[in-house]
């Protein structure tokens, strides 16, 4: 047998020892609904309350305040909503560039755009997949100029606003050190947490670290609303702001439409956050079991060559969002078959997201040197990831 056959065939029978034959196919990630989320929805459409407000809205607020320990969080239509917010409350302004990893999911890069600012990609690091704060640190000595407490980059003449650091499949990135980089060039610090809810970095939930944080709870993510999010937030003021900002920019007032500047209907409908409050009832139950699943794929990579199972980086707590697996750079070519294999047994698998400066829309944008990142971009596989499986 040839290296590629065999470590498709190793692979294959760790991710058999883990899930079990797969008589119809195990999908990436699908959302579970064994709580009362028939109670509460049902309740939206008995009170007639299934719209814009509504006491689940307020109560999904509550409840994911006291889930990730933030003092203020805004329910959202969805996480590229919240992140749109976050950038205009970080005060990105048109014509900024904002620092953002190259290895990211779409939403990100989308949501500087829409703020009217230009990403700027940088490096990420192997072991949480986040972005590199000493890469990033030395990249940032190179090409910015500092003018009144301020950071520029020299080559294109425009402001570096705000660094936005990513937690890839819920694994929290160097949150300390992305912090010191952060405020050493000025720049204001904002999490993309979509993917982390639930993970925490040295016992404090993602989220927290960033002046403003974004969550998605998409079909997809640890906990749904069906489609939404939410922006999180330590301070009072930014926290007004951002339900100011998604609530059409409203001014309070008991009949008259008066509204004091362009806002965003951005609100979350009752009816999604009451299958979010549902949702986040169980939420440590999902990641207990997330994180028994990739105890079991932890055990079963251990013995296969070539391939290492990615581990929640030393401090962190991750939700384990997508188990993934790294091959090892001579066995990157390896990969469409693994990929082939994978998904024909029934496991669903998916390589890694292309890279933002791959993609035609964000090619000419500037960045920084890649390596790591577009070695990543061709050995990262993600594997089979529900809650259930890890029953
Ligand atoms: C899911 C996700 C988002 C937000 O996606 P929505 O579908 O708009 O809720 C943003 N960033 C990352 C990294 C994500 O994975």
Sequence with gaps: MDATANTVTSTLAAVRSVLGEASRTIALHEPEFGGREWDYVKECIDTGWVSSVGAFVDRFEN??????????????????????????????????????????????????????????????????????????????????????????NRRTGARLRALVVMHVFGHPCDLDALADVAARWNLVLIEDAAESLGASYKGRHTGNVGRVSALSFNGNKVVTTGGGGAVLTNDASLGQRAKHLTTTARVPHRWSFLHDEVGYNYRLPNLNAALGCAQLEQLSSFVERKRALAERYAAAFESVAGIEFLREPAQTRSNYWLNAIVLAPEQADTRDALLAALNDAGYMSRPLWTLMHHLPMYAACPRAPLPVAESLETRVVNLPSSARLGA
């Design 63 to 152: 409840d994911l305040r006291a889930c990730t320990g933030a003092s203020h969080a805004v329910a959202t239509s969805n996480g590229t909503a919240a992140l749109h917010i976050c950038l205009l409350m970080a005060g990105v302004q048109p014509g900024d560039e904002v620092l953002m990893p190259a290895l990211t999911f779409i939403a990100t890069a989308n949501a500087v755009s829409y703020a009217g600012a230009v990403p700027h990609f940088v490096d990420s690091e192997t072991r949480s997949l986040g972005v590199d704060a000493q890469a990033l640190n030395t990249y940032l000595g190179d090409i910015v100029e500092l003018r009144e407490g301020a950071s520029f």
